[in-house]
């Protein structure tokens, strides 16, 4: 059983495009995160959601936006995007905010 | 304001030395600690962390790490390198309480034969 899971694991589109990934978690934690990892592997927050109220919002393009359903699940929605978005996203989630934050394997996004 | 500063973006052992990531942080209360580990195209896991109590912990794969508050220091060790321990390990902290956990730049660790 996976216990944070992403979709999907590569995505490769063109400058401009609307894109999604989805993010599940069955660990019954009640905050999830959004982080993007650039090619230097350095390791950047982007929001925060507990108990589906977004409490972390970063310096982040407003192309960027996150929704969560219900509790076990975190979407991020990109629109327009852009050659400096090429990245890893990763999703995470913790029971609480300074616990230890499980990962999901990551979403390789390509911008040509 | 925390930070993490992790003192070598790439570190290279021979296979059976010492292991030795060095992390030091800032935080104005106290702080919990971790390291992950992240092995290539894998999402980051857990290696070790620090709340509170004894201040030497242990983690998986052979790893400790010792908090010391006075020099505010978090290193990793490990005594005998192995090649499956070659992988990119991040350090990070939050605050008691806190809102947003900082990662550090990350150390890349390479194992050598």
């Known amino acids: 059983d996976t216990a944070v899971s992403q979709t999907p694991k590569y995505l490769v589109t063109q400058m401009g495009n609307d894109k999604s990934i989805k993010c599940e978690q069955n660990?019954?934690?009640?905050?999830m995160y959004w982080y993007k990892q650039d090619s230097k592997k350095f390791l950047k927050i982007m929001f925060s959601?507990?108990?589906?109220?977004?409490?972390i919002n970063e310096t982040v393009p407003n192309r960027f936006s996150p929704k969560s359903p219900d509790k076990a699940h975190l979407n991020l929605h990109i629109n327009s995007l852009e050659l400096g978005d090429s990245a890893v996203y990763f999703c995470?989630?913790?029971?609480?905010?300074?616990?230890?934050?499980?990962f999901g394997p990551g979403t390789r996004l390509t911008v040509l | 304001a925390q930070s993490v500063t992790q003192l070598g973006s790439h570190v290279s052992v021979s296979e059976g030395a010492l292991v030795l990531l060095r992390c030091n942080y800032s935080?104005?209360?106290?702080?919990?600690l971790f390291w992950y580990v992240q092995y290539p195209n894998q999402g980051l896991q857990l290696l070790l962390k620090y709340t509170t109590g004894a201040t030497l912990v242990k983690g998986i794969n052979g790893f400790e790490a010792e908090f010391k508050k006075s020099e505010t220091s978090f290193h990793l060790t490990k005594p005998s390198a192995h090649m499956s321990d070659a992988a990119e390990y991040f350090c990070a902290v939050v605050n008691t309480g806190g809102f947003k956990t900082i990662f550090g730049a990350g150390t890349r660790l390479f194992v050598k034969a």
């Open positions: 935080s104005s209360v106290p702080p919990y």
């Open positions: 959601y507990n108990n589906k109220e977004l409490i």
């Open positions: 660990l019954g934690h009640d905050t």
């Open positions: 995470a989630s913790s029971q609480e905010r300074e616990d230890t934050q499980y």
